[in-house]
């Protein structure tokens, strides 16, 4: 198998259909790791349609699994919160005997690798989804001291955003007395500005994509981590 093919690793990503960024994950990912995508129906960036993303979960898995894919990861930030990563992984698992990782999970360990107790969040949801964001966070002892957003009615506008834009904002959060930035969503545009995001905030960060391919090169066992993206992906706060 060549190395386009995911001579390394094959993960099947389930994504969001009106997201425009599924790609993000592969412009990081190391060599001979493949992504492969499927949609699920998203065409509005409310609780209500994160409520609904994972509806038909099953469905959408089983087609990864006729990949023979390695691992199974749910990509979207908000609807693995608001359904909860552990329902979501059991009825993949159970659908298609693969096991999978959610966005919010992976999140959730870079955060408790970096030891980020305190954070900014920026991100591009309506304020029903960063209260529901707030909370869940809050439950497991984070804290958001600082925000800062461009509220996107769909998902389309969100990945439409441009990334300049981002680094823009979270210079504006950069006084913020925080451990770190967390960039939530996987529908935006981040990945090749998120070395100047840390060197601009002067703290760690974390991004939802890049939060996640860190998961699952830690789940396969791989060791490699790759160069450029900040420095939880650089392997900095990986335990030996």
Known sequence: MGMGQGSRARIGQLYPSGGLCDHEVQRMAPAGV?????????????????????????????????ARVDLIAFNCTAASL????AAINRRIEAATGIRSVTTIEAVLEALAAIAMKRIALLTPYLPE??????????????????????????????????????????????????????ISCAGIQVAEVLADIEASFGRPVVASNQALLWGCLRRLGLAERPRGFGALLEGAFDKP
């Open 34 to 66: 493949r992504f492969l995508t499927t949609r699920m129906p998203f065409r509005k960036a409310g609780l209500e349609d994160d409520a609904a993303l994972a509806r038909d979960v099953e469905f959408h898995a089983a087609l990864l699994a006729d």
């Open 82 to 85: 608001v359904t909860g990563p």
């Open 129 to 182: 989804v960063v209260a529901a964001e707030v909370a869940f966070l809050a439950e497991r002892g984070v804290s958001v001291d600082a925000s800062a957003g461009l509220p996107c009615a769909d998902p389309v506008e969100q990945g439409c955003i441009e990334p300049q834009r981002w680094l823009a904002l979270a210079r504006e959060l950069r006084d913020a007395p925080v451990d770190g930035l967390l």
